[in-house]
């Protein structure tokens, strides 16, 4: 019997060592690649800068995490975690009407021409959309163009005055920000609020307007719950890739950092390690709160 017989007939006979063999490879890359770095991010945010010398002082303290509560760095976390929410909110409030047409009415090649339109975004390179956002936006732009054929150019510059939200053009403002971040993510919002909403009975619902329930009351009280699951698992992918996400605020929008703008400026140009890292643990933070909050609503069930 050859050995490669042997090895054959061991394996068989134990599968578990088999599982054992083929978890392996990926349980070790994901222990010592992934979770390796993680550890040695958090161990990097208990040490200092020393003021003076500017080298890392390799010695256990919580002064980092106390510097990113002042005015600058928490003005950074709120702008991040703000922003996050708003695109959030905003994508599953245009997501779920698509979705519920998709769940609902699509049918055979109107439900593969829905799937190819909701993915086909997610084919083309991702610096392609936002620098193509960046032209839509800008102030010779198509859309500044469509305002002034539209003879609205004068609503556009109002609203581009508004202290917050505007700027100079829609491609150096807030706003601009927050459309393409919309945009970017708003497949991945679509997908989880359709599985969702295609586990709903139609008979639901027609129960629900048999006892006398208007649309808006069963929109509440039998759809809205039904398909929670599915807009919670949809705003963990738009609320976190929003949080970390370092590429659409540096090309689109104003000066005002990200937290992903701010551990790049801080582990580059400042030189300044431990407060980067502290940085990155805040979105860690706030996701582990997040998803243990929605594991309890159930939305892994629809992911």
């Given at each position: 019997?050859?050995?490669l ?8 006979r ?12 990926p ?15 958090l161990?990097?945010?208990f ?37 996050a929410?708003?695109?959030?909110l ?6 779920f009407?698509i979705?519920?047409?998709a ?5 055979g090649r109107?439900k593969?021409?829905?799937y ?10 991702y610096?392609?959309?936002?620098y ?7 102030k ?26 505007g700027?100079?053009s ?10 393409v971040?919309?945009?970017v ?6 997908l989880?609020?359709?599985s ?6 139609p ?24 398909a929670?699951?599915g ?21 689109v ?11 790049y ?7 300044n ?13 706030i ?7 929605a ?8 992911l």
């Amino acid at each position: 019997m050859s050995s490669l017989a042997r090895i054959s007939d061991t394996l068989w006979r134990r599968p578990r060592l088999l599982l054992l063999l083929l978890l392996a490879p990926p349980v070790l890359w994901l222990g010592i690649i992934y979770l390796g770095s993680l550890f040695a991010l958090l161990v990097q945010s208990f040490f200092s800068i020393d003021e003076f010398s500017g080298m890392i002082r390799y010695e256990f303290t919580l002064k980092t995490y106390g510097e990113l509560f002042t005015p600058a760095n928490f003005d950074i976390i709120i702008r991040t975690v703000t922003m996050a929410a708003a695109v959030t909110l905003a994508s599953a409030i245009i997501a779920f009407p698509i979705a519920y047409f998709a769940a609902r009415y699509a049918r055979g090649r109107w439900k593969a021409v829905f799937y190819l339109g909701i993915m086909l975004p997610l084919w083309s390179s991702y610096l392609v959309k936002v620098y193509s956002w960046k032209l839509i936006l800008a102030k010779e732009g198509i859309l500044n163009w469509a305002f002034e054929g539209l003879h609205l150019s004068w609503l556009l510059d109002a609203y581009l005055r508004i202290p917050v939200l505007g700027g100079n053009s829609l491609s150096t403002s807030v706003t601009g920000t927050f459309i393409v971040f919309v945009y970017v993510w708003m497949p991945f919002m679509i997908l989880p609020i359709q599985s969702a909403l295609e586990r709903v009975p139609p008979s639901m619902l027609e129960a629900a307007g048999d006892l006398g329930a208007k649309p808006r009351q069963s929109f509440r009280y039998v759809l809205l719950p039904l398909a929670l699951p599915g807009l919670i698992a949809g705003s963990i992918f738009t609320f976190s890739l929003t949080l970390g996400d370092y590429i659409i605020p540096q090309l689109v929008g104003t000066s005002r950092r990200f937290i992903g703008q701010a551990v790049y400026a801080h582990q580059g140009t400042a030189g300044n390690i431990p407060l980067a890292a502290a940085f990155a643990v805040v979105p860690i933070l706030i996701m582990a709160l997040y998803l243990w909050a929605a594991k309890r609503k159930g939305a892994f069930d629809a992911l």
